[in-house]
């Protein structure tokens, strides 16, 4: 056992050089920041002295000041208070849509790489079907059905219902990738050496290959995470995603185009927040591309 | 490559039918429905609203409407009249025999309205793809030779920030700026115009055309600039370090004739086949762009449609866009091995 250590370099854990590798990534370390600044601040909103969604009709209109960091809308509420209750909305469906992906994509992949043969072939034929969809298109019909639905569960849950339309539509991705993975993994002496001990096939996919597969679906999935955030504020935009009066930063600016030439901040701040969590999120992914790929950063710090 | 051809063809046959009862469930299932809206803008009464359902043949149960949607109905005899006597034979051909029905709103064949818009959107895409081409290749290719230099880090983090802003959001910050706040200097009017084609009412004139263009070819250019130039300096950088450019650089010809006439033209050989899975997006426009600018294309359509629930329409639409997907799919992967001589499909 100890000769398997030694084969990382300085000796180090697996956790601490990927850490070590993550550190060294200026884009990912700034971006970790500003993302974690955002999220706490979006935590905090219920902090703000305004309510966001209790309309004050002497306060319309307003620009930016002291009081009113970001202005106010045309009801009078507060613009900062909405956005950082609309920054709920918008990470929570980004966060729903990557653990959708994961929990359709990852058994998927998994079996489809493990198993190969028809397994493999029904699996891949579903997957080819689902990527045939013209996907911005089928995005649009799903929500605009979804969104008058008169079922209890879909009105109470909105960010819920707005993922699962994004995550059954990319899916896809991380079920080949992950397939792809099990199908190079499974051929490993190791794996053959583990069914020769008697293990069952769950305990090979769930425990044997998954921690080695797990690289690239980690830097997949947060990508996912900025991929969704995008589409759900395009649908708010285009009003299909979610549905006022609850904030979120897409819905925000759905009738920001009327406002632009007298009310521009209200076009502003939400745009602002949108750009900077998918921005942060990039950075972090690109960042974590670079930590779970040996050779590249072994080779940019000179140690290959 | 024959065979594998139309291989990939027959297999795409029983993936389209099960993608269209799909879609067609989706989509006529869908609460609400075509005669929602008309109920409430027109105040109908429910007499004319039940003609109206038998005269679409909303009517039917929904088996039957796909396959009335699918082979047409004129084999059969339909109430049009909406008298509840099925007396008169049907119309439809049938969208295997190349109709796709009727609009609900407007009551024109649905392939006119597509055809109308596809021009406006070929019209805007075409200049869009023109202006990335011109951006993207430059820029990847220099960012690639220049691997790590200024000019490459700053082309890296504005590809990051083109990524990040959301395509909405750029329109919406143009038109802030461009139509807002700039003015021109001699009239007084705005800079630029925030909408249209042309515009109305005034004879033609190329610059009104092209004023109308800045705008959302800027607004629809900045995504595919970043994809388009980072895929094309990872290919050049796979590239730049083979043993025939390094000859050919030892040889004495000029760098920006090694880097690019002969290696850009292996480093392109990829993106071929990017650009053709993304052909989907040319056909369907830029959804945003089109809204935003109020642009008579494809997109603009599409979400007219989805607003109005115009069944024929929808449908069509999403047909041809899952018809595109596939065969544009089956050309990657055909132009691919065409261009590159070491890959066969059997």
């Known amino acids: 056992m100890t000769e398997a250590i030694n084969l990382l370099p300085h000796g180090e854990s697996m956790q601490a050089l990927i850490w070590r590798r993550f550190r060294r990534h200026p884009g990912a370390i700034i971006g970790s920041i500003v993302l974690t600044a955002i999220i706490l601040a979006v935590a905090l909103a219920g902090l703000s002295p305004y309510d966001p969604e209790k309309s004050d009709m002497s306060a319309r209109y307003q620009p930016p000041s002291m009081s009113h960091p970001m202005g106010t809308d045309a009801l009078g509420r507060d613009l900062m208070t909405r956005v950082l209750y609309g920054g709920r909305v918008s990470l929570l469906v980004g966060l729903s849509v990557m653990l959708i992906t994961l929990l359709i994509g990852v058994p998927v992949g998994a079996i489809a790489g493990y198993f190969g043969g028809n397994v493999d072939n029904i699996l891949m034929r579903i997957t080819d079907a689902a990527l045939s969809l013209p996907s911005l298109l089928v995005l649009i019909l799903l929500s605009a059905i979804l969104r008058e639905v008169e079922a209890p569960f879909l009105k109470s849950n909105p960010v819920l219902t707005i993922a699962s339309v994004i995550g059954l539509l990319a899916w896809m991705f991380t079920a080949r990738l992950v397939r792809a993975s099990y199908l190079a993994i499974r051929e490993m002496d190791y794996v053959t050496a583990t069914r020769a001990l008697g293990a069952t096939n769950l305990r090979i996919i769930a425990l044997h290959i998954f921690p080695n597969a797990i690289g690239p679906v980690i830097v997949e999935s947060t990508l996912e995470v900025a991929y969704a955030i995008l589409e759900e504020s395009g649908l708010s935009y285009l009003g299909f995603g979610i549905q006022p009066p609850t904030p979120s930063w897409g819905n925000l600016l759905s009738n920001a185009q009327e406002y632009l030439v007298k009310y521009p901040w209200l076009a502003i701040f939400p745009g602002v927040m949108i750009f900077l969590s998918v921005i942060s999120i990039n950075y972090i992914g690109d960042g974590l591309r670079d930590a779970f790929d040996p050779y590249k950063v072994l080779k940019k710090i000179g140690e290959v | ?346």
């Open chain 2, 1 to 346: 490559m024959g065979h594998y051809v139309v291989r990939r063809l027959l297999q795409a046959i029983p993936l389209m039918f099960i993608v269209s009862i799909v879609l067609f469930t989706l989509v006529n299932l869908a609460p609400g429905g075509p005669l929602a809206g008309r109920g409430q803008s027109r105040r109908m009464r429910p007499e004319q609203i039940a003609i109206l359902k038998r005269q679409f043949g909303l009517d039917q149960p929904l088996y039957k409407r796909y396959i009335f949607w699918l082979v047409g109905n004129d084999w059969t005899k339909v109430d049009t009249d909406g008298d509840g006597i099925k007396d008169s034979p049907g119309q439809g051909k049938g969208i295997l025999r190349g109709d796709f029905g009727m609009s609900y709103r407007t009551r024109q064949p649905v392939i006119e309205a597509i055809r109308n818009s596809f021009k406006n959107t070929a019209y805007l895409m075409s200049v869009t793809l023109i202006v990335v081409a011109i951006i993207a290749i430059p820029v990847g290719v220099i960012s690639a030779v220049k691997q790590y230099s200024i000019f490459d880090i700053i082309v890296t983090t504005l590809s990051f920030m083109g990524q990040a802003i959301p395509e909405f959001w750029l329109g919406l910050i143009l038109i802030l700026v461009f139509y807002v706040w700039l003015k021109n200097p001699m009239t007084g009017d705005s800079l630029l115009p925030a909408g249209g084609m042309y515009t109305l009412g005034m004879e033609f004139s190329l610059l009104d055309w092209i004023k109308h263009l800045i705008l959302p070819v800027t607004m629809g250019v900045v995504g595919w600039v970043t994809w388009y130039s980072r895929f094309l300096r990872s290919s050049m950088l796979d590239v730049i370090h083979q043993d025939y450019v390094r000859t050919a650089r030892a040889k004495g010809l000029r760098m920006s004739k090694v880097y690019f006439k002969h290696a850009l033209r292996n480093a392109l050989l990829p993106l071929v086949t990017i650009f053709a899975l993304d052909l989907p997006y040319i056909f369907a426009g830029s959804l945003y762009v089109e809204i935003m600018f109020s642009w008579p294309g494809m997109g603009r359509l599409y979400y007219q449609a989805a607003i109005d629930r115009d069944y024929p329409l929808l449908m069509a639409i999403l047909t041809i866009g899952t018809v595109v997907v596939v065969l544009s799919n089956l050309l990657a992967d055909v132009i691919y091995a065409k261009l590159d001589p070491r890959i066969h499909y059997d």
